[in-house]
């Protein structure tokens, strides 16, 4: 079951430089940065509230941040959503008609398992789901 809003995913060009407009913009402190390389990005998060947002940078030109930033600059890459059971999300969403971008769930940064649904099942958004690794 979809629970909430887990975060938005904000593709940039320079984690750093994104870093302070951020910190200032949301007058807080990011509280981790992580690279994830089986996706190609350094990542950093700053809490809000019960949210998050995460800024992404492009570790390689082949990643999908890299690309991103290619065709539609810096600016939201994804809408993440936290779920109670990833595997069951999944396989229900499948059956509606959704397409996955994975057949199984991948390990994401902040210590997640996700998956990714195609845009184009998706009214052109990029959706993420996510669940805390157990």
């Keep these: 079951m979809i629970q909430k ?6 593709a940039v060009k320079d984690l750093e430089a994104s870093l302070q407009v951020f910190e200032a913009l949301l007058n807080t402190a990011h509280y981790k940065v992580e690279r994830v390389e089986s996706e190609g990005v350094s990542t950093a998060f700053l809490k809000l509230g019960e949210s ?6 492009a570790t390689n030109e082949t990643s999908a941040i890299a690309k991103h930033i290619i065709k539609r600059n810096e600016g939201i890459h994804h ?31 902040d210590g997640k398992l996700i998956c990714f649904l195609h845009p184009k099942t998706t009214n052109g958004v990029l959706v993420e789901l996510c669940m805390d690794k157990k």
Excluded: N, Y
């Design 5 to 10: 809003i887990e975060h938005l995913g904000i």
């Design 52 to 57: 998050k947002i995460e800024l992404l940078q």
């Design 79 to 109: 809408i993440a959503l936290a779920v109670d059971d990833i595997d069951a999300e999944m396989k229900r969403l499948a059956a509606l008609g959704f397409e996955l971008l994975h057949p199984e769930p991948l390990a994401g940064a």
